[in-house]
């Protein structure tokens, strides 16, 4: 019988890619929902839904330059497997919408142009629901994370989060306790009038502060500047204006290699017989943060590159040179998108390779080798026989093939020859941000201070609401904690543990027969009925500070025979605790264990509890045992531990000034608790 084929693959793509840090998702969705529907009537509700949008936003979108990517909405592709979500914002299968991804690199603020659009569209069509994250989630929320509801945090606000007619929805956890709800359902919720998401007004006035007068007011973000350059690239940059972005990256972007196209110039310098190409003027547009990318750039012009000479003066020197780089940026642009294009390969090939490498396809395999060379080659063969291949091919053509498309139509330098072009704008914004850093930095002040306040009046409110049942730091009672570690030492236990009750008042003490107690363990130990009975008597309590020691039958002498067995014990126990105190002087256990106060011998005669003879006072059992757990508690620094559990299981809580408490304990201004 021959063997099945194999179902899975040799060289399995990422299931999912990290999305950049740059890159802003958005999807919208057409409310009620057309679920339901046929397959095919689903589709042509999304087109025209399409092209509706499309046509509002055309007057802008025509008109703005966006630093890298334009802000588009598609249809999502058809999907073969009908259970996974969409490949680009994960939206559930079931759930019909538009996306679209913006990458904007290091311009911010096209970010939140395209986030004003999306305010803009749910304002037009009150119909529209959309929303709007990034690599880092959420970000609307980040924005106004001072006025957040205390209840919003990274894990509750996935599918919470919605711009609707205009303004910001936020989903509460009381009406959805799950986290986090079904896409589905909340924007029923979203769209049901009677229920109220609308985020608080905190939210909306930050959110609102942040996209004030966008996208009116874009133009701002731009910059004009009259260049120099070769005729090729100013014929490219009139018939489209928005290559500049990839111009610019180019530049910005450049490596070792890519440079060595720059060296050379062969598309933007060198005309199709090896001629020269003419030098003109015009003028370009682009985003403040493409000329700051530019001007901030230090870049000697390739050899082959005529650039005027300083004396023509210092404004032609600055054209040529912010020209200069816009044509390097062009060449090198150009030439490492066809390389890229040919091999098809780019990003989603590094990507892919390094996935590859993560599964352990090369495991074991010294890269360079024959075997290594071959594996690679393989996963190569199979990456060109995928359609991420032929998609990534077009992709990274499509700037080359424009740009052909230009240059082959006739053209020539004259027509750039005597055309009014606009000054080049100011560009002290460059230098002069100070003022606007400070505003910010104010704004972002005002709103910490306004947090903090708010935090600070919760807190007072709480500690008022509490003080009738909890005392002051120094009205603490400190007994509770000797009482209840007490009773759960006196507590039954069993093979399973010690058992705390829920409620420690209603602990019941332990009942123990303690003359039955010591008939058993002098059954075992062999002692006689006599000497039990010659014993001291004992009523079975303990001292907190004193350790009670049975005398044994070895150490009993004739002469002790003689005068009783409890004038023996005695010497025992004096001459024992003598030499126990003499070996413990030498150290620092004395030093580590808080004593209990000496008695007042102004009065009365010498008392054995006073040094005066080398003998050291009693231990405070119960002084230590508090200062023990005051500063096992402290030491937690308000986070989970053994002090904090215990106690808790006790029913003891300590107030949040510790470590104040602990040092008023220990030079003993506080009143005694036993």
Known sequence: MAASASTSTPFPFPSRRSPPDDTLFYAVYPLPLPTGLPPADIHATLRSLHLTLSTHLAPFLSTHLFHRDPFTLTLPPPNPNPTSPCPLCSTPPSIPHLHGALQFGDSLPDEWLAVS???????????????????????????????????????TAPNRVFIFRGEVHLLPPSLFPETPPSLEAALAAVYDDSVDTRAPDAVQATIRRRI??????????????RVIVPAPVAKVLKEEPCLIARAVEGFYDRDIDTMKHAARMEKFLKGPGGEGIEMVRTSVRMTRAMYAQLVQQSFQAPRVY????????PEKWMEAELG?????????????????????????????????????CFDGLLPGSKEYKRVMEDAMQYYKSSSL??????????????????????YSAEEFEGSDLPPSDDDSWLYNGEDELAAELRERQKEMEAYEA???????????????????????????????????????????????????????????????????????????????????????????????FEDDSDYV???????????????????????????????TIEKSFARAPRPDVSNEGPSNAVDTDGEMTPVDVDLNLVESFLNSYSSQQGLPGPASNLLGLMGVKVPPDVLTLVHTLRKGKLKRFT
């Open 117 to 155: 659009l999306l305010f803009s569209l749910t304002r037009a069509f009150p119909n529209l629901a959309a929303r709007a994250w990034d690599s880092d989630g959420e970000f609307l929320l980040i924005e106004a994370a001072f006025a957040l509801p205390r209840w919003v945090d990274p894990d």
């Open 212 to 225: 004030e007068g966008l996208p009116e007011k874009a133009s701002e973000n731009l910059h004009t500047a």
């Open 306 to 313: 005529l650039m005027p000479r300083r004396e023509e003066g």
């Open 324 to 360: 200069m780089k816009i044509a390097c940026g062009f060449e090198m642009m150009y030439q490492e998108r066809q390389r890229e294009g040919e091999e098809g390969k780019g990003s989603t090939w590094e990507v892919y390779r390094k996935s590859l490498e993560a599964t352990g």
């Open 389 to 410: 291949f032929s998609r990534t091919r077009e992709i990274l053509s499509a700037p080359v093939r424009r740009i052909d498309g230009i240059l082959a139509t006739p």
């Open 454 to 548: 708010a935090k600070q009046h919760r807190k007072s409110q709480k500690k008022n609401v509490s003080g009738s049942s909890s005392s002051q730091s120094n009205e603490f009672n400190l007994g509770e904690i000797t009482e209840s570690m007490q009773e759960f030492v006196r507590k039954m236990s069993s093979f399973e543990g010690a058992e705390v009750p829920a409620n420690r008042k209603d602990m019941q003490s332990v009942d123990l027969d303690v003359n039955q107690f010591f008939k058993a363990m002098e059954s075992v130990l062999g002692r006689s009925k006599d000497e039990a009975g010659n014993e001291a008597g004992f009523d079975g309590k303990s001292s907190s500070s004193d350790m009670d």
């Open 557 to 587: 002498s004739d002469d002790a025979e003689e005068t009783g067995e409890k004038d023996m014990g005695n010497a025992f126990m004096e001459s024992y605790s003598d030499a126990l105190n003499k070996e413990l002087s030498t150290t």
